[in-house]
């Protein structure tokens, strides 16, 4: 897309959503690349499957729990699918596998309702988008290593 095109895109995106005092659209657009450059150099071959719907119902301790909600982005791979969530989360590198954490619940529920479909689940990323890293998440160890979008 050309670069005057996709400024102005970030800058509707972001007045749409009333975030333009917190964030510059070139800072978005810089996120976004270095989203894409991490993703093409650890799975260069994968298919994305953006804002994907999931449905279903898995065990929990306190009985079957519906499972209703949007995977932001599901990598196809020969070793199966890589499933990353968003997160706007601006806070310093050392604090991530703490807030990664806090959503170790909702990576494992998605996963669950993959495998029961079949699906090979290889990896698990909550994705800090504004500040360009990523912290891999284990669903039998939510608390997990961080590594950083390029590394």
């Known amino acids: 897309m050309d670069g005057a095109i996709a400024l102005e895109r970030a800058q509707r995106l972001l007045a749409s959503f009333d975030l333009l ?6 800072a978005l657009l810089r996120s976004g690349d270095q989203l894409r450059a ?8 994968a298919t994305w499957h953006r804002e994907l719907p999931i449905t279903g119902m898995i ?6 729990r519906r499972i209703d909600g949007t995977i932001d ?6 070793d199966g ?3 990353i969530d968003h997160k706007s ?7 991530w596998r703490d807030r990664a954490g806090e959503y170790a619940p909702q990576l494992a529920a998605y996963a669950e309702v993959l495998r029961m479909a079949g699906k090979n689940v ?6 800090f988008a504004i500040t360009g890293g990523a912290v891999r998440g ?3 160890h939510p608390a997990s290593q961080a590594a950083s979008s390029g590394e």
């Open 38 to 45: 991490w993703i093409d150099a650890s799975w260069p071959k």
């Open 81 to 83: 699918v890589v499933l």
């Open 138 to 140: 284990n669903v039998s």
């Open 59 to 64: 065990a929990t301790g306190e009985g079957p």
């Open 21 to 26: 005092l917190l964030l510059e659209p070139t």
């Open 89 to 95: 989360y601006a806070g310093r590198r050392h604090t």
């Open 122 to 127: 290889s990896s698990q990323w909550i994705s």
């Open 73 to 78: 982005l599901l990598l196809e791979t020969n």
